[in-house]
């Protein structure tokens, strides 16, 4: 079987968030099964090589021909194949957002109409143009229904130099993410909750009655860790590294890790490695930090979005900068040491397809407390590996902490750190999937 992925983002070239891991290490275990796999991206300015050229091609856009070029690396038993459309293009979601993943689309169509390969998997709406040109079997995943890929259609039709058909248009708007929808042989999301949620109003944004009209061919598949990547025993971030049998090393990470923030070295510590949006609830926290601090936490928290979020955080840390650390950057090495040092992983979404956080902070021996939602409430099991709390409110996320607090955390860790959260059986319910859609 040759599979082609296509995405936004996938490691190790090139991350923003949890898609990047995903596309990172399903297709290497998929490969490690045998099935022979490409993985599709753009060729931002920001991915350092080594890449290799592999020359230029032509494609169609803007109703002229265009010129893109080609390169290739591999990883892991995977290869990868980055599309130069804009040598100007540094970063993933740079605007004009829905003009350069057309123009990546159309491009990466062509690129597939001279390729030999069994199905396409595509990946959020940035995929879902290349799916919707391209002929062979294809899977789409919702990674994120929030961001659809919206556009006027006057707009689409100066772009893709064709009229939107009935498919592509919802409510006015080209929405690229129902045309894949409608267009793929199977639709996945990525834990079963969210499957279930996504088909309601109130998760639906939007596409809920068009989710529910495909709701046969759609299916919730957990994503899986790269726990290689993710392994507090083998994690080079870590000044001590550490496993179930051995967790009172984690401490000294906390003493340290404390001692250079400049916390209160005595207690129990709050960890946050997020994207400051809506979506994750922090502005929830927010409204009630002063008190949830008063139970005896201070809270190291690293992460960057909307501003209102970050500046509140930053006025917070200025208040309280004995108890609050905030780092408002993307840092891998410092999200490592924050999983692998702090005691409590706080994750308040107000929804979660997914959500690899929480899985890394089990992984890492720190129970979370969480929004009893989407992936979050199908991975962590309440009261054993980590809290849920039900309402999306800042009482809500204050009364999770507050029954953390009376929980013995040490057993807990030890029952999170157990948990099985490897691709495993998870690349064989997308091989069967892959097998449906071939049939
Ligand atoms: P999402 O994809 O919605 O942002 P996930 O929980 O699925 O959320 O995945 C987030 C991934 O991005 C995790 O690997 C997390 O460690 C990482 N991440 C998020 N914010 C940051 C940050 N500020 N610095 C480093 N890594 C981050």
Partial sequence: MRIVHIAAEALPFIKVGGLADVLGSLPQEQARRGVEVVVMLPRYRSINGPLQALGEFSYGFAGASQKARAWRSSYGGVGYLFLETEPDWREPYQPPEAERYLRFGSAAAAWLAQY?????????????????????????????????????????????????????????????????????????????????????????????????????????????????????????????????????????????????ARLDPGLPTLGAVTRLTRQKGFDLVLQKLPEILN???????????????????????????RRIYFKPAFDEALAHRVYGSTDIFLMPSRFEPCG???????????????????????????????????????????????????????????????KDFSWGKRVDEYLSLYREALS
């Fill in 116 to 260: 030999d390969y069994d199905l396409l998997h595509a990946h959020d709406w940035h995929a879902a143009y290349a799916l919707r040109l391209q002929s062979r079997p294809s899977v789409f995943t919702i990674h994120n229904l929030a961001f659809q890929g919206e556009l006027d259609p006057d707009s689409f039709e100066r772009y893709s130099g064709r009229r939107a058909d009935a498919e592509l248009l919802h409510e006015g708007r080209v929405n690229l993410m129902k045309g894949a929808l409608l267009a793929a042989d199977r639709v996945t999301t990525v834990s079963p909750r969210y499957a279930r949620e996504i088909q309601t109003p109130e998760f639906g944004m939007g596409l809920d009655g068009v989710l529910r009209s495909i709701s046969a061919k759609l299916k919730g598949i957990l994503n899986g860790l790269d726990t290689k990547l993710w392994d507090p025993a083998n994690d080079v971030h870590l000044p001590q590294r550490y496993n179930a049998q051995r967790l009172e090393l984690k401490r000294r990470n906390r003493t340290q890790m404390l001692a250079i």
């Fill in 356 to 418: 690899l956080s929480q899985m890394i902070a089990m992984r890492y021996g720190t129970p979370p407390v969480a929004r009893a939602t989407g992936g979050l409430a199908d991975t962590i099991d309440d009261g054993e590996t980590g809290i849920l709390f039900e309402e999306a409110s800042p009482q809500g996320v204050f009364d999770g902490v507050k029954r953390m607090m009376a929980q013995d955390r040490l057993a807990m860790a030890k029952k999170a750190m157990q």
């Fill in 295 to 321: 139970m005896g936490l201070n809270l190291i928290l690293v992460g960057t979005g909307d501003e209102d979020i970050e500046a509140g955080f930053a006025e917070m840390a200025h208040t309280y900068s």
